[in-house]
């Protein structure tokens, strides 16, 4: 299956990111709400190689496609080039009833028990769960993510 991303380049004007460059690159399945959120977040586009966040987004509600976004995740995770890189994982679509909630999204994803603080692994990665056009969910994700921004 086609792996489809958006990049994101810019300054974050809110969402925990006030005045910091932040170079973020979003990731996700096709139709798992990037583009919605490009929209919805204020930035300026300019072009760097340095990546200071990875967002990974994935649709909550297609509980089919989660192995394949289990796949890509895998290998983002596994890339040496993001070893440092903190990986803010959104699942999004929370507004639809029946949308996997944050548990049952870990399990999928492998992501029980690995998150930043909670002492398994020495990753910076957490899940968040959110509702993009419900404006729910995401500012707690960057504000996370900004931790790691300077
Ligand atoms: N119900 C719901 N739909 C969403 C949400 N975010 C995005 N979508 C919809 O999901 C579809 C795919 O979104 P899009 O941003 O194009 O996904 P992309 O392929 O990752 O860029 C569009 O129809 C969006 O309106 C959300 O929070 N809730
Ligand atoms: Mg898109």
């Not at 958006?6 to 005045?19: E, T, V």
């Not at 990875?54 to 796949?71: N, Q």
């Not at 999004?92 to 692994?121: C, F, M, Q, W």
Request: net charge negative; hydrophobic share 45%; charged share 25%.
């Amino acid at each position: 299956m086609m792996f489809l991303f958006d990049w994101f380049y810019g300054i974050l004007a809110s969402l925990g990111l006030w005045q910091k460059e932040a170079k973020m690159l979003f990731l996700g399945l096709d139709n798992a709400g990037k583009t919605t959120l490009l929209h919805m977040l204020k930035y300026e586009k300019d072009y760097h190689a340095k990546v200071d966040a990875l967002v990974y987004l994935v649709d909550a509600y297609d509980k089919e496609r989660f192995a394949e976004s289990k796949k890509e995740l895998d290998a983002l995770l596994s890339d040496e080039n993001l070893a440092a890189v903190p990986f803010l994982i959104l699942g999004n679509k929370i507004d639809i009833p029946y949308a996997a909630s944050e548990d049952e999204l870990r399990y999928h994803l492998g992501l029980t028990g690995v998150t930043t603080g909670k002492g398994k692994v020495n990753l910076k990665l957490e899940v968040f769960m959110c509702s993009i056009v419900g404006k729910m969910g995401y500012g707690d994700g960057f504000k996370w993510v900004s931790q790691y921004i300077k």
